[in-house]
């Protein structure tokens, strides 16, 4: 099992950018794949990125790709979100989680999850 926290986010204009982090405790945080997702008032939860336990792989959906990073720290158990050219739309609360598979990009992968930070982008 990992434990999880997301941190980092924050009110940025359009525009802008934002690095989020995801702090993992566990010493078998390196071999977990870590994603992130995302919740917007009133919609559901929907999945943003992730990269492998070795970090060779990611995986971006097509809303973010272009514009988010995913990287990772195995020495520092944490997992980076870079977000650049924000939009109004990436408004949402993320969230981080870990999975043992190797990219995974549904909610159904992940059995870890970390409570959220809020993202919000003004106009």
């Known amino acids: 099992q990992v434990q999880l926290q997301a941190y980092g986010g924050g009110l940025v204009q359009a525009g802008g950018s934002l690095r989020l982090s995801c702090a993992a405790s566990g010493r078998t945080f390196s071999s977990y794949a870590v994603g992130w997702f995302r919740q917007a008032p009133g919609k559901e939860r929907e999945f943003v990125a992730t990269i492998s336990w070795s970090g060779s792989s990611t995986s971006y959906a097509a809303s973010v790709k272009g514009r988010f990073i995913i990287s990772r720290d195995n020495a520092k158990n944490t997992v980076y979100s870079q977000m650049n050219s924000l939009k109004p739309e990436d408004t949402a609360v993320y969230y981080c989680?870990?999975?043992?598979?190797?990219?995974?990009?549904?909610?159904?992968?992940?059995?870890?999850w970390g409570q959220g930070t809020l993202v919000t982008v003004s106009s």
């Open positions: 989680a870990a999975s043992s598979v190797i990219v995974p990009t549904t909610a159904s992968e992940y059995g870890d």
